[in-house]
């Protein structure tokens, strides 16, 4: 089987990662994620942190794409789930924000902070923020004050994290 692959920016894309994007469950993803990491022989650090860090990402986007709600950090639509959106939200300060923004949307009733038309952020339906939440209050950020900031390591660390993520897709 050859693997086609797409060079976006700086880095180099497998073809069966944009159509992952484009339909799969956040376990198929997930999976694919870990099934990688195996065959790649990572190192456990690594491998401990890159499924969790994905699943609790993806547990917003994978909603927010099928409800055709997508949108990037700086609030504009995007009409398909690609890797690198997902890779536009692995930034750690992207991520915190992502987390306030469903947070608030979630009590509004309505998708806020985004340039999405208002009919359609109207039609916005509670997502699920259990997975990010754990996630981001196990790396120590405070999810009552969105002006406060996060140690400088856990966003070092996700650097690397995103990195051999880029490496597996």
Known sequence: MI????????????????ELF???TVEVITETL???????????FWTEKVVPFSR?????????RDAGMLFNPEGKKVHELTPELF?????FVSLKT??????KSNEAGE??????????????????????GDYLSNCNVNLENESLDFPIATYNLHQ???NVIKSLL
């Open 56 to 64: 609790a990402i993806l547990s917003v986007l994978i909603p927010l």
């Open 34 to 44: 870990d099934t990688e990491l195996q065959t790649r022989n990572e190192s456990p």
């Open 22 to 24: 484009k339909s799969a």
């Open 87 to 91: 890779f536009q939200w692995n930034d």
């Open 160 to 162: 690397g994290v995103s």
């Open 111 to 132: 998708l806020l902070r985004t340039s999405l038309d208002d009919s359609m952020c109207k039609k916005y339906k509670e997502i699920d923020l259990t997975l990010l």
């Open 3 to 18: 693997t086609e692959t797409i060079k976006n920016e700086n880095f180099i894309m497998k073809q069966e990662s944009y």
């Open 98 to 103: 992502l987390a306030f923004t469903m947070q």
